[in-house]
């Protein structure tokens, strides 16, 4: 084989497939990328045999052939390069040796055949549906946030996207906290049955990472299987196992109602949490996390947090509040990642007392609803 590409586009697409690729591993194929030309394009591929991603470059092909390549080393050559000078990938069969030249620079690397590296599956034909890029962003970054880091719940270690009829819907939750979002804006989707899948946090950061680059497409081709999700833009495709085992039954988690439902300022409630959380001492047991109280009293709440040897904080905030006085306790981080995903100016603040989970709704924005458990005092 034998390719030549610019630098910029090459380092663009060791960027796309660098994630995929396994920094350490029992397996020393699953070191290296897979460089290829297929139907007169460059092909690069890479997985960790969880997570599949495929993209095309532009460049001018020679002679066809792959080989795979250590990522890392290839890696870090190219960042070095100079713009300036196009960049030729040879490799010899007879060897695999991987010859790279660019002006005055010549490198040699030992590679692995193509025949040793795990079959990358395709996009798959079924549940096929596509979503604008940016309402698909949103409702990722809506969601991630509630997802478990406890590993022994390797359910809630991911992401869960329910289909049903023309409807997707997110859901994230760590069992203290949940977040849930839906949207209609999906085309293409014909459905016998709902299809559930929990979709792994590392393959839903990868997205996100691709999806906020200087890609442009617009549109995104979404295909959901039994164990796979797969996801289409440009002309790269990412394709993840799902996580096997079944995800909470989080319509019973979401109140139905609130005795009382207060609006708050994003802006200010935002700030205030963040101002007293200064005064929250991380480093807690487990069974006693740090927390922040919130005191509704006639048109004011206050938000304060306390910590013996450290201090004290109080903020008052402006609320239309006329009901007896009542205070709730929450882990800070809590809401803070809550109002720092939320774009519209005002929440719908709902609970029943201090002891059962409150609801976080966007004044506007009725498709999405955060719950919270109150911390006992």
Do not use: W
């Not at 030249?101 to 040699?108: A, L, M, Q, R, V």
């Not at 590296?117 to 549940?127: H, M």
């Amino acid at each position: 084989m034998r390719v030549i590409c610019g630098k910029e586009e090459l380092s663009k697409g060791m960027q796309t497939v660098y994630f995929a690729a396994s920094s350490k591993s029992i397996l020393p194929i699953l070191l290296n990328f897979l460089l290829e030309t297929e139907d007169g394009k460059i092909k690069l591929s890479s997985t960790d045999l969880e997570i599949i991603v495929k993209c095309y470059i532009k460049g001018e092909i020679l002679e066809e052939g792959s080989i795979t390549i250590p990522t890392k080393k290839f890696s870090d050559i190219i960042k070095e390069l100079s713009l300036e000078n196009e960049i030729n990938i040879r490799s010899n069969e007879t060897n695999n040796q991987i010859n790279i030249t660019s002006g005055k620079s010549k490198f040699n690397l030992m590679g692995i055949p193509k025949n040793e590296y795990p079959a990358t599956l395709d996009f798959p034909n079924e549940n096929n549906f596509t979503i604008k890029r940016e309402i698909f962003v949103s409702i990722l970054k809506k969601t991630i946030f509630a997802v478990s880091k406890d590993s022994q719940r390797y359910v809630l270690n991911g992401v869960c996207f329910v289909l049903e009829q023309d409807i997707l819907k997110i859901i994230a939750t760590d069992g203290r906290r949940l977040a849930y979002t839906t949207t209609n804006e999906i085309k293409g989707i014909k459905l016998q049955t709902k299809i559930k899948a929990i979709v792994p946090t590392k393959a839903i950061i990868h997205i996100l990472k691709l999806l906020s680059s200087d890609i442009k497409t617009e549109n995104i081709k979404i295909g959901i299987t039994r164990n796979q999700i797969a996801l289409e833009m440009e002309d790269i495709t990412i394709i993840s196992t799902l996580i096997e085992g079944i995800f909470p039954s989080y319509e019973q988690v979401i109140p139905k109602t609130s005795e009382i439902s207060v609006r708050l300022n994003v802006k200010d409630t935002l700030s205030a949490v963040k101002q007293v959380a200064l005064l929250v001492v991380d480093k807690i047991s487990l069974d006693r996390p740090p927390a922040v109280k919130f005191h509704f009293n006639s048109n004011v709440l206050k938000i304060s947090a306390s910590t013996a040897g450290v201090g004290s904080g109080e903020v008052e905030v402006e609320v239309d509040y006329k009901a007896e006085p009542v205070e709730i306790s929450f882990n800070p981080n809590f809401i803070k990642e809550v109002l720092q995903n939320i774009d519209e100016e005002s929440i719908i603040f709902g609970f029943k007392n201090s002891l059962n989970p409150a609801t976080i709704i966007p004044e506007k924005d009725k498709n999405y609803i955060c719950v919270v458990m109150p911390m006992r005092a």
